[in-house]
C-alpha cells in the first residue's frame, strides 16, 4: 500500500500536470481568438510568434505576432484572461486589442532619425520613440487610422516622443560641443515632418541631476536633457541655457 507521503507527492504531480493542461488549452484559445481577430481586421497575413499570460497588467494574455512582409516588426494583441477582447469606442476614445499601428510608426520613425542621429553621434548612438499610448485592458487608437495609410498620414493622429543615447560622456569639457550637436538634430526634425510632443537627449555623466541625488556611485549614471519647446530652439545659447536649468555641470 502506498504511504500517505506518497499519496501526497502523486495528488501534487496530478494537480500540476492538471493546471499545466488548463493553462496551455487557455493559452492556444487565446491564441486563436487573436488569430480570427487580426485576419478579420487586416488584409495582409500576420504571423504568430509567441505568447506570455501577466498577472500585473491587469491579468492579460500578450499574444505577439509579426506582418509576413516585415517580420522584424513585432506588435501584441491583448486577450482578457476571461478570453475575450476589448474592442469598442466610448467618450473616453476607441479602443481595440492591438497595437499594430503604434508599432508600426515606432518602428519606421525610429528607423528613419537613427540615419540622423548616427551622422552627428557615431554608430553606438542609438535611436528612441516613445508613442503615449499606454494599454490596460486595450490600446486606444485613433478611428481614422488604416492599413492603407503611409508613417506620413499616420504621423498627425499620434501623441509621441524622441530619444537619443548618445553613449557620449558629459561634462564641463563637452558641454559646448554637445549643445553643438543637439542643435543639429533639433534642426532635423524642426525640417522633417515628425512632431514629437518633447525630444530627450541621454548622456552618461557623473554629476548629480538638480533637485535628485543620484546614489549609484559604481557605475555612470545616466542623465537626459529634454526640450518640449524644441520647435523654438534656433541657437546654442538656447540649448546651453536649458542644460543649466535641468542640470548642475
Known amino acids: 500500500m502506498l504511504g500517505i507521503a506518497s499519496v501526497i507527492i502523486i495528488a501534487a504531480v496530478v494537480g500540476t500536470i492538471g493546471i499545466k493542461s488548463f493553462t496551455s488549452s487557455k493559452e492556444k484559445k487565446a491564441i486563436q481568438i487573436a488569430q480570427e481577430y487580426l ?3 487586416y488584409v495582409q497575413k500576420m504571423n504568430y510568434v509567441n505568447v506570455r499570460f501577466s498577472w500585473i497588467d491587469p491579468s492579460l494574455y500578450h499574444v505577439t505576432f509579426s506582418p509576413a512582409t516585415m517580420p522584424a516588426l513585432t506588435f501584441d494583441v491583448l486577450v482578457q ?4 477582447l476589448r474592442d469598442n469606442a466610448n467618450k473616453y476614445g476607441n479602443f481595440v486589442p492591438d497595437n499594430y499601428y503604434l508599432r508600426l510608426f515606432n518602428f519606421e520613425s525610429k528607423k528613419e532619425i537613427l540615419k540622423d542621429v548616427q551622422v552627428i553621434w557615431g554608430k553606438t548612438a542609438v535611436s528612441g520613440v516613445s508613442v503615449n499610448n499606454q494599454p490596460l485592458y486595450a490600446y ?3 478611428v481614422e487610422l488604416n492599413e492603407q495609410m503611409t508613417i506620413r498620414e499616420i504621423e498627425p493622429y499620434l501623441d509621441y516622443d524622441f530619444s537619443v543615447t548618445t553613449n557620449e560622456f558629459l561634462n564641463n569639457s563637452s558641454k559646448a560641443i554637445e549643445a553643438s550637436r543637439m542643435l543639429k538634430m533639433i534642426e532635423k526634425i524642426q525640417t522633417s515632418p515628425y512632431k ?7 548622456y552618461l555623466t557623473g554629476k548629480e ?5 543620484v546614489t549609484d556611485s559604481s557605475t555612470w549614471p545616466e542623465m537626459y536633457i529634454k526640450f518640449e519647446n524644441w520647435a523654438e530652439i534656433n541657437t546654442i545659447d538656447q540649448v546651453i541655457a536649458a542644460m543649466d536649468s535641468q542640470w548642475s555641470f
Open 39 to 41: 485576419s478579420e481586421k
Open 81 to 84: 484572461s476571461d478570453l475575450t
Open 140 to 142: 486606444e487608437i485613433p
Open 196 to 202: 514629437p510632443k518633447k525630444i530627450s537627449f541621454w
Open 209 to 213: 541631476e538638480k533637485n535628485r541625488v
